[in-house]
């Protein structure tokens, strides 16, 4: 029997490869798999196996009787190419570490494996992704040379960080960058704009790789699977998952991967001084907000948008309170839990985690373990002056700094975006 998907909306079902390309559900929902699989213990291989082959067997069950199947072991090769290694901070405490991808940070899972996915459909596609900072950067280093994948990447001019710019614009090839004329706002508004218009859509055949497409949720189950899979098995207990956490894509896959039967815990939430989900927590009311700027900016959400599958998940919120927790953390707080754990263990961690580090030590004794969703140096300017001293820029990254840039300065409005697309 093959999986089937829904929309968090509605009933009518639909096949994964429908969900990939449609992206968003057609009544503005999310698409959630219809029931989960469980896992079958007695057939998960114990010890050391490569990430891949853990990814294949994980995800198998969700690509039964779809056209992508027979493609998964080969998109998991592609996606799965470098390790998310677990590792102990203290006593009752691990990191997992899941900056060691191309672009150095988590983000890198499911933007390679949704680009895998797309090219294996054998589809021309181009792909539309407005961006702030770090998923522009991931996509286009997933898609890159992909066949059948067109990038075109939107950022506001002057906006992102020299870094983030540097990510965004040294590709070249399939991949186009853009510096628009205004704020990520209008980015996204233009982005919006062309998929409302079902001739631009048909013609240029749009597609998105923002959080919501669950090709980018999906592969994201398998480092929690595999991580409390190997901690069962060494220290013969659940862990729990502290997650910083903006849009909720990289949390409500670690609740998949515990609704499938994964030796999961708890999952504490971890945020920054956007107060969205917590108040939620706290009141039972989901009231979203205008964002917050932070230092941990790559989760600066005032309306994070998948909610919305979290909610699907449990029949009410007594069960969902029961499974897990929200702490906000103040910048302030992140800068102490840095310097903190430099002084303590000698260990440097970027802006995101450190809302996670915080949120443990309100924790009971666990085992916890702290997700780590970037590379300390991506955000070098802001962690040198607290710990005073120099993070050090691994090769992926120089490589990266090192290349050419080139982009294309348009004006903040939908015609010039179509104007540039038809041109070329
Ligand atoms: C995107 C991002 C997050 C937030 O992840 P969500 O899935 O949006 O909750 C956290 N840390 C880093 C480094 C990120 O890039």
Not at 88 to 106: D, R
Not at 108 to 133: P, Y
Not at 336 to 357: G, R, S, W
Request: charged share 20%; hydrophobic share 40%.
């Amino acid at each position: 029997m093959s999986l089937r998907y829904k929309s968090t909306r509605g009933q009518k079902v639909f096949s994964l490869s429908e969900a990939i390309h449609q992206g968003l559900a057609p009544d503005g929902g999310l698409f959630v798999p219809v029931n989960f699989p469980l896992i079958d213990f007695e057939k998960v291989k114990r010890g050391e196996q490569a990430l891949w082959a853990f990814a294949n067997y994980c995800l198998s069950p969700f690509f039964i009787g779809d056209p992508l199947e027979k493609s998964l072991p080969e998109i998991c090769k592609k996606a799965f190419d470098f390790p998310a290694p677990l590792k102990k901070l203290n006593q009752n405490t691990s990191v997992l570490e899941l900056f060691h991808g191309p672009t150095l940070a988590f983000k890198d899972f499911g933007a390679r494996f949704l680009a895998g996915c797309l090219s294996a459909s054998g589809v021309e596609k181009t792909i539309l992704v407005a961006t702030s900072g770090d998923t522009g950067g991931a996509v286009a280093s997933a898609c890159y040379r992909q066949p059948g994948l067109q990038v075109v990447l939107l950022f506001p001019q002057g906006r992102v960080s020299y870094r983030q710019e540097q990510q965004l614009t040294c590709w070249g090839e399939n991949v186009r960058s853009f510096a628009v004329k205004g704020s990520f706002d209008n980015c996204q508004n233009m982005v919006k704009a062309l998929f409302n218009d079902p001739q631009a859509r048909h013609r240029f055949n749009l597609t998105s790789a923002n959080s919501i497409n669950i090709a980018r949720l999906l592969p994201q189950m398998v480092y929690y699977a595999q991580a409390s899979w190997q901690f069962f098995e060494k220290e013969g207990k659940c862990p729990s998952f502290v997650i910083p956490t903006g849009n909720m894509g990289n949390a409500v896959a670690c609740f998949y991967a515990k609704r499938m039967g994964w030796p999961i815990d708890r999952i504490a939430l971890s945020t920054n001084a956007n107060k969205t989900l917590c108040r939620f927590y706290d009141t039972g009311e989901f009231i979203p907000e205008t964002s917050l700027k932070t230092l941990a900016n790559a989760m600066d959400v005032g309306c994070p948008s998948n909610f919305e599958r979290l909610r699907n998940l449990y029949e009410n919120d007594e069960e969902l309170k029961k499974d897990s927790t929200c702490s906000s953390v103040t910048d302030q707080e992140i800068k102490e839990a840095i310097k903190e754990a430099y002084e303590k263990y000698q260990e440097v961690f970027c802006p995101h985690t450190a809302t996670a580090l915080q949120m443990r030590k309100q924790l009971d004794d666990g085992p916890w373990i702290i997700v780590s969703t970037a590379h300390p140096a991506k955000f070098s300017e802001e962690i040198e002056p607290i710990i005073g001293g120099t993070v050090s820029v691994p090769a992926d990254l120089k490589n990266l700094l090192d290349k050419e840039k080139a982009f294309e300065v348009i004006e903040a409005k939908p015609e010039a975006l179509l104007a540039a697309l038809t041109h070329h």
